[in-house]
């Protein structure tokens, strides 16, 4: 009987722990929202994607003068005067004509800057023998203004005592200045100075 009964609270006990509750897991606190500045920005959809496309692959345009307009303002230089009264092409001309082994006059044509808009004209010449493309020397230039009816000397930002042996500054000097200059560059530029031989 005490056997029985032992047997019976023994069962009691264990249906009691039975129905004891699993310990409850709260549940995971929820992050704390993203504020305007915080919040990732949406991507850009196909439409954007396609206008910023069409927008990379347009061709350049340079604001080209037209062919007429370049005449004008090529014609306005080459007319422009110098200080001994001679125009630019006839200093250009009278260097040519008394050095016709060390001075040819190249072309004169319309510079442009990076975005397209024209800047300058520029003029490019032979100094000796040498007179492939690739040895012209361009370094003459007249700035143009803003509304094309004004040229000047183009010499950067260089200092005066630069300008003052730019080969822009002895043309604009007249025909004897610029002469001179001629021969120094060709001296300079055309002689192997170890044996004194012409080069070019």
């Not at 306005?76 to 001994?84: E, S, W, Y």
């Amino acid at each position: 009987m005490k056997m029985r009964l032992a047997i019976i609270a023994i069962a009691a006990s264990l249906t009691a722990c039975s129905q004891k509750s699993e310990p409850s897991v709260s549940a995971p606190a929820a992050a704390p929202a993203l504020t305007a500045t915080e919040a990732p920005k949406p991507a850009p959809d196909q439409q954007q994607l396609t206008a910023a496309a069409n927008e990379a692959s347009k061709p350049f345009k340079a604001q080209e003068m037209s062919a007429a307009e370049e005449k004008r303002v090529i014609r306005a230089v080459q007319n422009q005067q110098t200080a001994d009264g001679a125009s630019v092409l006839q200093v250009l001309q009278h260097a040519q004509k008394m050095r016709p082994q060390e001075f040819k006059l190249g072309e004169f044509s319309v510079l442009y800057t990076t975005d397209g808009k024209p800047s300058s004209v520029g003029v490019c010449y032979w100094i000796g023998s040498k007179r492939l493309v690739g040895d012209q020397y361009c370094d003459i230039a007249y700035d143009i203004s803003a509304d094309g009816q004004a040229f000047t000397p183009s010499v950067g930002s260089a200092p005066p005592a630069v300008v003052k042996e730019m080969t822009i500054t002895k043309l604009d000097q007249g025909r004897d200045a610029f002469l001179r200059s001629v021969d120094e560059h060709y001296e300079s530029d055309c002689t192997d100075f170890q044996t004194q031989k012409k080069i070019c």
